[in-house]
C-alpha cells in the first residue's frame, strides 16, 4: 500500500506507516530535499509461522522492472516487528545494478551481512538497495516445537518516486479495520552490533551450519552461507543485531607490501637481488594464504546435476 508523504493517515496503519516515514526523513527539508507529493511510504504487513522463510530478494519498483528493465529501489527499507518470533532479518552487502542483466557480475564471495532477531517493539533500517531476507534456519533461539507466530510491519521509504502498483489502502475496505489510530511512542536508539567474525568462530571450536538460499536472478542461483549457529545461540539477549565477517573481510586491501625501493636504478645489484627476493617471497606468502572454504559466503550458480540417461543396445 502506498502513504504519501504530503497526505493525512486515515487508519493506525497509515498512521504508523507515515511514522516511519517521518522518523528517517526528519533531517531533510520536505520541498527542498525531496518532493513529498512525489515520496512517501511503501507498506505491508506480513505474518509468517516459526518454520517459514522469507526468500532472499532485492525491493524495488517490480513493475517498472518488468516493463523496462530498469531497477529503482527505495531510499530505505524498514522492519519493524511485532512479535519476537520467527527468523532472523539478514541482510547481505550485495548491491543491486540499476539495470536488469546477466546474473555474473552479482556472483561470488560475500564479505558480510547483518543479522538482526526479532523483537516485539524493535525497529531496524538499512540501504533499501541491499539483498535481504530472513530464513527460519537462521534461527538459533528457535525452540523444538516452537508454534509462535511471525508478525511484521515493513516500510520502505521511497523520495520522489512511487513504486507502479503502490496504492492507497482502499476506501471499501476501511471499514474492516477495527484500529482507526494508534498512539505512537519512538525512541531512537543505536545499537552497535555484537561482531560475529565466522573464521575466528571455527578457529575456537565452534561448528558451522551451511545455510543455502535459492533465489531467482536472470536464472537460478544460490546463496550459501556459513553460520555458527552455537555462538548465536550463546547470545540470549533477545532483539540483538550481528555483524557477520565471513572469508575475505578485510583482505579486499591486502597486497601492498611490494618495496618501491626495489625499482630504483641507482641500488646496487646486491641490494637489487633482495629486494626482488623479498617481493617474490611476500608474493608467494599471500598466494599460499590458506583460504578456508568453509567460512565463505557466496552466491553460486545453482545447477544442478543432469539426470544420467541409461543407454540400451
Known amino acids: 500500500y502506498w502513504m504519501c508523504a ?3 493517515p486515515r487508519t493506525a496503519l497509515e498512521k504508523l506507516a507515515k511514522a516511519v516515514f517521518d522518523f528517517h526523513t526528519a533531517e531533510m527539508a520536505g520541498g527542498a530535499d525531496y518532493d513529498a507529493e512525489r515520496s512517501g511510504a511503501e507498506w505491508w504487513t506480513l505474518v509468517l509461522e516459526a518454520d517459514d522463510d522469507v526468500g532472499l530478494h532485492w525491493d524495488r519498483d517490480y513493475a517498472l522492472e518488468g516493463d523496462s528493465g530498469i531497477l529503482v529501489h527505495p531510499h530505505l527499507a524498514t522492519v519493524t516487528y511485532l512479535t519476537g518470533a520467527g527468523g532472523p ?3 547481505l552487502d550485495r548491491v543491486s545494478p540499476m539495470q536488469k542483466g546477466p546474473a555474473d557480475e552479482l556472483l561470488g564471495p560475500v564479505h558480510q551481512a547483518f543479522l538482526s532477531r526479532p523483537q516485539a517493539g524493535k525497529h531496524i533500517s538499512f540501504d533499501g538497495r541491499l539483498l535481504h531476507g530472513a530464513p527460519a534456519d537462521a534461527n538459533a533461539w528457535r525452540k523444538e516445537g516452537d508454534k509462535s507466530t511471525r508478525v511484521t510491519f515493513l516500510v520502505n521509504v521511497w523520495l520522489n518516486h512511487k513504486p507502479s502498483t503502490a496504492e492507497p489502502f482502499s476506501e471499501d475496505k476501511l471499514k474492516l479495520l477495527h484500529a482507526t ?8 536508539v543505536e545499537d552497535e552490533p555484537e561482531t560475529v567474525d565466522v573464521r575466528q568462530a571455527k578457529a575456537g571450536g565452534a561448528s558451522l551450519t551451511s545455510l543455502t538460499m535459492p533465489f531467482k536472478l536472470e536464472g537460478k542461483v544460490k546463496l ?3 553460520l555458527p549457529l552455537e555462538v548465536l545461540r550463546a547470545q540470549t539477549k533477545e532483539g540483538m543485531s550481528f555483524q557477520l565477517a565471513f572469508e575475505g573481510f578485510g583482505d579486499e586491501g591486502d597486497g601492498g607490501g611490494d618495496d618501491d625501493d626495489a625499482n630504483e636504478e641507482e641500488e646496487e645489484d646486491g641490494e637489487k637481488e633482495g629486494a626482488e627476493s623479498a617481493k617474490e617471497g611476500g608474493k608467494r606468502q599471500r598466494e599460499e594464504k590458506a583460504v578456508d572454504a568453509d567460512c565463505v559466503c557466496e552466491i553460486v550458480q545453482d545447477r544442478k546435476p ?3 540417461q541409461s ?3
Do not use: N
Open 89 to 91: 532479518t539478514v541482510g
Open 306 to 308: 543432469k539426470a544420467k
Open 224 to 226: 550459501v552461507m556459513p
Open 181 to 188: 489510530d494508534v498512539e505512537m511512542h519512538t525512541e531512537k
Open 6 to 8: 504530503a497526505a493525512t
Open 311 to 313: 543407454k540400451t543396445k
